[in-house]
């Protein structure tokens, strides 16, 4: 007998035969190669080294571990038990034969082969194939006739690449465990070096969440550093490239504002001014202050003591008039006069903005953001959201989503005050019309306003107040929630809303919350003025657009009962809010009179008729003041004349139990979700309200194809026409029934089923630390129409009304 060479016995040893597929491939599962990590642990072996001694390592095995299949669950890195496949006995001969017969390793692996060829079909080594014998080779050890025989036994043929293919499935799965890990460390590390928060669900239709931190900035973006001077070569920039580059908005020429000259109209009395500018300050510009206060108080003194109006430039006229038209949506005035005064300034502002203007200025994205700020409180959304795609380009062409320093501290902070209120707009707009947004927050990176007012903000710096609070406008607050938008479009893109994503957005939502004032936590029992809930109202509405979702006659039972309780105490809590709001009327928006509008519509579904009456009679007081607020009242009487249907249906059908008739599907609505009121489809749709103004979230267009749709009538144009911003006609706005019928409606209602207490758990959020001192008031050198109207003697009529209406039930 012929002496055996040395390692010439290899337990399926890598072939480097070119008909092998690749190196993970020629290896395969059956024939795991060990790491030189565990080679180094085994006693006595440390002399014994290469790829030949690994491979007669592996063909000289006695195995110990329990039977196991080759499709074995996946196990991440670290985890996996010692004795695994790649634990291995050091028991070999030194001559590098196999220590074992053939008996007594078939009798060791007996177990293995078992459980590990009744999974499918093995694939026979090159040997056995060329003799046309049965292999019994295992994942981990040679077969029985390669064994005897002392040749190799490989796999290059072309059933090896099931075996092979598995090896490759097996290692990509520990390449994408390695890379969750590494991601993890990496947004650890990424939370504790600048605070942002990420939140990562479990499953494919989860996805990532990413929310960015209160205390998280925008990451600012990349810039190129120059390496020596360049002056020179800016000069020369500027003059050779005009025509064909415009250089950054911070470092423009002025545009020539005489190309344009349109005729300049008059500007209106001092008296008239004043007053506007006090209704625009105490209900705009607490909120989105997109002008330093004391400039412009000091360039409206100097517009009336000009006498040549000629080079006053048209881009600030435009603005100054645009300023007037949202002051006349806030004022005392009317409600004809009001929204007539309003069309006639835009008009005016409009005439003033040159159509093809190529060169623009920031007094050009405030009449652009103005415009369609008061287009969406006449209740003309469309307009209004074409008209915020031209103050958004327009603010992009000037560079304002981008972090630039200017020459003036004040100018700065303009600039990133009008951005953010464009940026607001967009999201809260698109968010309520189910409209895409329009900016990206991966292309901006510019940073939030000082928090400091305007009184306190100055060009060399802020100035810090002794006495009293450098900051009482709330845009910041606003910030922090619109920026949590981005995820919540991508969650309301599913069919249905997980739980786990409700769970997470609502958490950053109560946060967000946190950050308000004391007085606006629903548990509390403080007066609030109208200045405080406006900016609340971005956050009531999305926690309601958020949970409302899931309402679509596709989700689940559980998610829909979810949905139907987390609006109502939502609503609920806007009630005790509103109930201790004074003057409401003085600074209510569209977006905080349609997030009424939909607490309503729940409150009266749940049977809470002395909140849903605290809701309407905020309504009422809104009135004409905002032109949605009559289309609001007319939706809620026909929506308690179905209330009524159904609870006449439900109060036949128990009286004619006795007779064995067939039992109503509508069993009353009053006190806990039923099953009843899940599978009434139709009751679900008017309670969805304007959700079903979308195709991607309205249910009830569904084959609306094949209706013949009758001819819109002419309701109107222009911005005076009341019936072009409500969409009804004189008969449809006077025979609705008006609030004081729709107040008795609603009693009646709840005499016919009894009004019960709500035993829902309050969503209210832990309590809020008012700091002493701290004032909420605005300036103390204006005084918005919230204060004034404080003490008129009219308010306590409002707040007997209230009380009578809560007391009537």
């Not at 390449?175 to 070096?193: G, I, M, P």
């Amino acid at each position: 007998m012929m002496p055996t060479p040395p390692h010439a016995s290899f337990t399926r040893s890598p072939n480097a035969s070119t008909r092998s597929y690749d190196s993970s491939s020629v290896s395969s599962a059956t024939s795991p190669r060990p790491s030189s990590q565990f080679m180094g642990s085994l006693s006595g072996n440390s002399a014994r080294t290469g790829s030949g001694h690994a491979s007669q390592l592996s063909g000289t095995l006695g195995l110990h571990t329990a039977p196991q299949s080759v499709f074995h669950p996946y196990q991440p890195r670290g985890t996996t038990p010692v004795t695994g496949r790649e634990s291995m006995a050091s028991n070999e001969s030194a001559s590098g034969t196999p220590s074992l017969s053939n008996a007594q390793l078939s009798a060791n692996v007996q177990a293995q082969k078992r459980a590990y060829r009744q999974r499918r079909k093995d694939p026979s080594c090159d040997a056995c194939r060329e003799r046309k014998v049965k292999c019994d080779a295992t994942e981990t050890t040679s077969c029985s006739e390669c064994s005897s025989r002392n040749v190799k036994c490989q796999f290059t043929k072309e059933t090896n690449r099931r075996m092979s293919s598995i090896k490759q499935v097996q290692d990509l799965e520990k390449q994408v465990d390695k890379l969750r890990r590494e991601n993890s460390h990496l947004k650890r590390t990424v939370h504790d070096r600048d605070g942002r928060m990420d939140i990562d669900m479990d499953g494919v239709e989860t996805g990532t969440l990413a929310f960015a931190s209160i205390e998280t900035r925008p990451k600012i973006r990349r810039r190129p550093a120059q390496s020596a001077d360049q002056t020179r070569a800016r000069l020369n920039f500027r003059d050779f490239s005009r025509g064909l580059v415009k250089p950054p908005a911070p470092y423009r020429q002025l545009p020539n504002a005489f190309l344009f000259e349109p005729i300049k109209p008059r500007i209106p009395p001092k008296a008239s001014t004043e007053k506007l500018l006090v209704a625009y300050y105490g209900a705009f510009h607490h909120v989105l202050p997109i002008l330093h206060w004391p400039t412009l108080q000091h360039t409206v003194e100097e517009l009336y003591n000009a006498t040549d109006l000629s080079r006053v430039p048209n881009s600030w006229l435009a603005m100054f008039f645009a300023i007037l038209a949202t002051g006349s949506l806030f004022c005392e005035e009317p409600h004809p006069q009001r929204v007539l005064q309003a069309g006639q300034y835009l008009e005016v502002a409009r005439s003033l903005t040159d159509p093809w203007s190529n060169d623009f200025v920031l007094e050009d994205a405030r009449v652009f953001f103005l415009t369609s700020f008061c287009l969406n409180e006449m209740n003309l959304k469309s307009a209004a959201w074409t008209t915020l795609g031209s103050a958004v380009r327009c603010a992009q062409d000037l560079d304002l989503h981008l972090e630039a320093s200017t020459s003036s501290r004040v100018e700065t902070d303009m600039r990133r005050r009008v951005w953010w209120a464009i940026y607001i707009m967009d999201r809260s707009l698109g968010l309520e019309m189910s409209r895409p947004f329009m900016i990206d927050d991966a292309d901006c990176d510019v940073q939030l306003p000082e928090p400091y007012d305007d009184h306190h903000l100055h060009t060399e710096g802020p100035v810090h107040p002794l006495n009293g609070t450098p900051l009482t406008h709330s845009i910041h607050k606003v910030i922090h929630v619109v920026r949590s938008f981005s995820a919540l479009r991508r969650a309301l893109s599913a069919s249905t809303v997980s739980p786990s994503q409700l769970t997470a957005i609502d958490s950053h939502l109560a946060h967000c919350q946190r950050q308000f004032p004391a007085p606006c936590d629903p548990a509390s029992d403080a007066k609030i003025g109208p200045y405080m809930l406006v900016p609340l109202a971005y956050l009531l509405s999305a926690r309601l657009s958020l949970h409302r979702h899931n309402m679509a006659p596709e989700c689940p039972r559980e998610l829909r009962i979810g949905s139907i309780e987390a609006c109502s105490a939502i609503a609920a809590d806007t009630a005790l809010l509103i109930a201790r709001t004074q003057s409401l009327e003085d600074a209510a928006t569209s977006l905080l009179t349609t997030h009424i509008f939909r607490c309503v519509l729940f409150l009266l579904l749940r049977g809470w008729y002395d909140r849903a009456s605290t809701c309407i009679l905020a309504l009422k007081s809104i009135d004409c003041r905002r032109d949605v607020a009559i289309p609001c009242g007319r939706y809620i009487a026909f929506f308690v004349s179905v209330l009524s249907s159904r609870h006449a249906e439900a109060l036949g059908s128990r009286s004619n139990r006795l007779g064995y008739a067939k039992p109503a599907p509508y069993a009353g609505v009053p006190g806990p979700v039923t099953d009843s009121l899940l599978y009434d489809q139709e009751l679900l749709t008017y309670l969805s309200a304007d959700l079903q103004g979308g195709l991607e979230s309205g249910w009830i267009w569904d084959r609306a194809e094949h209706e013949n749709i009758a001819p819109a009538r002419p309701v109107g144009g222009g911005l005076g026409d009341h019936n072009n911003r409500t969409g009804l006609n004189v008969d449809e706005r006077q025979n609705w029934g008006g609030w004081d019928n729709l107040l008795v409606a609603v009693r009646d209602l709840a005499s016919t089923v009894a009004s019960p207490r709500p035993t829902f758990t309050t969503q209210a959020l832990p309590p809020l630390k008012f700091e002493a001192g701290v004032s909420h008031s605005p300036a103390a050198n204006i005084r918005p129409l919230s204060e004034e109207s404080s003490s008129r003697p009219t308010e306590s009529v409002r707040s007997t009304e209230r009380i009578s209406i809560a007391n009537i039930i």
